[in-house]
């Protein structure tokens, strides 16, 4: 195996004896010159099919928080009857990454009720509370009881079906839609999305997912109707947002959204929502000091 590319000291990105590039992790195998053929002995983990943006993004996260989920989430697959999505080793290290700066600075965001989650993923639910257990128990940092909801979301945004893996957005112009959608949400919400954000690089990871069901014609549709009115209600200058949104890709894209996926697109652009305002709080404090 060769190491082609530094990402950080501790991970790189690799080419197999088949030629396939790859994540590895391990200590110290950033350090050397690339590139360079490295001892599988060096290495502890290794993750095939990880979207190329999100290679140069991990320097925005604790290497701590990556290892962690390394570790826990093939006790996550091994549970559930679907694949996940490799990137999910990423998305969801931010998603816990997020949820611990805002504990530390008391900042709360209001997630969807817990109990219409229980019954509606009652596995990905039970996933939810260990990871949120062994968070606290590795970084001492307890998360509050309504973070167990996204952090199921993470989890069920990651499943692939069999249809994903082999179809996707060739015809589609999927750079030029997301632009779109992008500037729906800065007009709609009266933010500046930052589009080099990790954030910004998984929610386009979603609208792809999005944009992949359409295609195939597989619609997420779980009859999660109250779930969903109750996301409408506690969100609702979001909803109107979203609301323009699949009116875009209804006119463009002449297609059907499920309120199921609706309901995806409400909570993945008030992350995006939230975590700017989270940055322009951060940046008042600084400016008020």
């Not at 257990?133 to 167990?148: G, I, S, T």
């Not at 957005?169 to 839609?177: S, Y």
């Not at 200058?237 to 894209?253: F, G, T």
């Amino acid at each position: 195996m060769f190491a082609i590319k530094k990402i950080n000291n501790n991970v790189a990105v690799c080419k197999d004896g088949n030629g396939c590039e790859l994540i590895a992790f391990g200590k110290g195998i950033g350090f050397p010159q690339m590139p360079y053929e490295i001892k599988l002995e060096n290495i502890d983990r290794t993750f095939y099919n990880i979207s190329a943006q999100y290679m140069g993004l991990m320097n925005e996260l604790p290497m701590d928080i990556i290892e962690f989920t390394m570790k826990i989430l093939p006790v996550v697959q091994s549970k559930l009857d679907y694949d996940l999505n490799p990137n999910l080793v990423l998305t969801l290290a931010d998603h816990l990454a997020f949820a611990m700066e805002r504990e530390r600075k008391k900042i709360y965001i209001e997630m969807p009720l817990i109990y219409d989650m229980e019954q509606q993923y009652p596995m990905e639910m039970k996933l939810s509370r260990y990871i949120v257990a062994q968070l606290d128990k590795v970084f001492h940092v307890k998360l509050k009881r309504n973070e167990l909801s996204g952090v199921a979301m993470s989890i069920i945004s990651a499943k692939i079906t069999s249809e994903q893996k082999t179809k996707g957005t060739d015809k589609i112009d999927f750079e030029g839609v997301l632009k779109d959608i992008g500037r729906i949400i800065e007009k709609e919400l009266h933010i500046v999305v930052n589009k080099e954000s990790f954030d910004y690089a998984r929610f386009a990871t979603h609208m792809k997912y999005l944009l992949d069901r359409i295609c195939s014609k597989q619609y997420i549709d779980t009859d999660n109707i109250t779930l969903y009115q109750n996301l409408r209600e506690e969100f609702a200058d979001i909803s109107r947002c979203v609301d323009c949104i699949i009116e875009y890709l209804n006119q463009k894209l002449d297609c059907e959204v499920t309120e199921e996926e609706k309901m995806y697109l409400i909570l993945h652009v008030n992350r995006i929502c939230s975590k700017e305002k989270c940055a322009e709080e951060t940046e008042d404090g600084k400016g008020n000091r």
